[in-house]
Each structure stands twice: as C-alpha cells, then as structure tokens.
C-alpha cells in the first residue's frame, strides 16, 4: 500500500501544532533518531506489519523537526547496526521488509551499544586548540531526539545507565516506548534516576502500538521534551 501523503502532512502539522503550543516554536529543529528493538520477541511484531507502520508514523514527527527530510534508524538486541538507508518519504513505503528483514540478525536485548553508537555518530565536536590541546566542545546545533522503541528488559543496566547519564552532559534526549505487557520497572527507574546534569528521559507503556491513536503518540513524545528543550537551552548543551 502506498504511503498516503496527504496523512503525512496531516500528521506533520499535528506535530508542529504541539510545538507551537509547549511554546518551543514550529521552527525548532531537532535530529530525529529511531532505535528499534531487534531482537527475538519482537519477530511477530516485524512479520505483522506492527514495525513498518509504527516507522510511518515516526516519519511524520520526524518532518515536523528535521529539515533534511529523513529519521535516521538503528536496530539493536546484543550488539547493534545502523540501517543503511535513513527512513525517508521516498523509501518509507515497505521500508521494514526492504531495509530490515533479512539483512540482520536477531539477538537478546542490550540498550547500550546502540545508545553509545549514537552518542559517538552525533556528540558535538571539539575546536580551538592546537592538535585538540585545549579544545573545548561546542553546544550542539541541534539536539538529538531518540524515540527507542523496545519489548522488554535489557541485560546491561549498570552500562545503560552509564551512556545516558554522559547523555546528559550534551543535547540528546531519550524516549522510550515500551510496547506489551511485559514489566518495565528499569525504564521506570531510568525516567527518574539521579546523577544526571538534567532529566533526558521519558518513558510511556503502549499495549498494542495498532490501537494507539495518533494523536495519544504524538502527545506522548511531546510530554517531557518541551522542558528538557528549555533548559538544553539555558544550560548551553544545545545552540
């Protein structure tokens, strides 16, 4: 089925109407990540269609922030890998099946790789300094929102919780979906840990991502990340 642009926009301009309203501006820029959870248990999920069309409803919210058009996606489970192609309107039309399946391999469930993968492929660059001595890292130009989307409990927690804390100290924020019924006590934990330089964590349970409407998604990732925008801002991890 082909992608229904006129949908996309639609829920585009719901996106950009949400940052009107948390008072961030319609023209706040962010690069949009999507980490998606590879491993086993998520194989019916993959086969079902649930993942492709959870990707296209990313896509739009990714429009509404990304001006370069495209979400940039990675899968994990004990290792990680960056899918090749970036989610764009060009490609997102059976994007799970072109892009994904079959082209890796499924695994247990690790968040850190992939979270220190993408501190590493967007943390901001140092400059001053001959040969780096003395440099100092600049605020980023625009902060990294990474929507992860994951079925159960992860078997690396002291290692997670290390890569998001150095998150902290630069412009990336974290959204986690967790999707089904299984237990989420650690994301829970990591929606309040402590030892960060700010909050860069939000956490909401989906049951069944099908019957989530639009609009309930696009309020859940919106729900932490205004405040979090404003004080990147202030604190200067962000431009």
């Given at each position: ?201 939000n956490f909401f349970n989906v049951n069944n991502l099908n ?29």
């Amino acid at each position: 089925m082909a992608i229904n642009l006129e949908k996309i926009n639609l829920q585009k301009e719901q996106v950009i109407d949400l940052k009107k309203k948390a008072g961030i501006g319609s023209r706040s820029q962010a690069q949009v990540v999507l980490a998606l959870d590879f491993s086993g248990s998520m194989s019916p999920l993959y086969n079902n269609g649930t993942v492709q069309k959870t990707v296209e409803r990313i896509l739009p919210f990714g429009l509404a922030f990304d001006d370069n058009g495209e979400v940039d996606t990675y899968l994990f489970e004990n290792r990680y890998n960056k899918v090749k192609q970036s989610v764009t309107l060009e490609n997102a039309e059976n994007y799970v099946n072109d892009k994904i399946l079959g082209k890796y391999e499924m695994g247990g469930t690790n968040y850190a790789p992939v979270l220190n993968a993408i501190y590493d492929d967007f943390k901001p660059s140092k400059s001053g300094g001959l040969f780096g001595l003395g440099s100092t890292e600049q605020p980023m130009e625009y902060p990294v929102y990474i929507i992860f989307i994951t079925d159960g409990d992860n078997f690396d927690k002291p290692e997670t919780e290390s890569v998001i804390k150095k998150m902290s100290e630069k412009g990336f924020f974290i959204q986690f979906i967790g999707i089904g019924n299984a237990g989420f006590s650690f994301l829970e934990k990591l929606d309040d840990m402590g030892g960060r330089k700010l909050d860069n964590v939000n956490f909401f349970n989906v049951n069944n991502l099908n019957s989530f409407s639009d609009e309930a998604l696009y309020q859940g990732l919106m729900s932490e990340y205004p405040e979090w925008y404003k004080q990147a801002r202030n604190l200067n991890l962000i431009k």
